[in-house]
């Protein structure tokens, strides 16, 4: 096992494909795609690119801590107790553990992420 890993922004190899669970969906009819890796079944910490089409779920971060870094889109980030935060392009954010809030994908996104249960 490598402690070193490259994240791919770009993979070739097919994602994991899947929608929000109804009970967290908002508005939209937004899609996932997940490209995992670096995570083993019992890993705590995960890695990978995810990717949102348009549309507004419930976050809920429980006890996850997730970075993300966009590559590409427009999200906004609405906590439930806080101001909207729109990130784009190149920017970086933490959603600590206990967050929760609104995610609105408001043009297709792609991230990098780092999660860590």
Not at 39 to 51: L, M, Q
Not at 82 to 93: H, I, M, T
Request: net charge negative; aromatic share 10%; glycine share 8%.
């Amino acid at each position: 096992m490598s402690l070193l890993k490259t994240i791919d922004t770009a993979p070739t190899f097919a994602p994991r494909e899947s929608t929000p669970v109804p009970e967290r969906l908002i508005a939209g009819t937004p899609a996932f795609k997940t490209w995992a890796q670096d995570a083993a079944k019992d890993d705590k910490v995960r890695t990978g690119v995810w990717e949102a089409t348009p549309g507004e779920t419930r976050s809920i971060k429980g006890e996850t801590f997730e970075f993300c870094h966009i590559l590409s889109g427009v999200v906004e980030i609405i906590p439930d107790a806080g101001e909207p935060v729109v990130y784009r392009a190149g920017d970086s954010f933490v959603m600590k553990p206990g967050f929760t809030g609104v995610w609105k994908t408001i043009e297709t996104v792609r991230k990098i992420y780092v999660t860590i249960d």
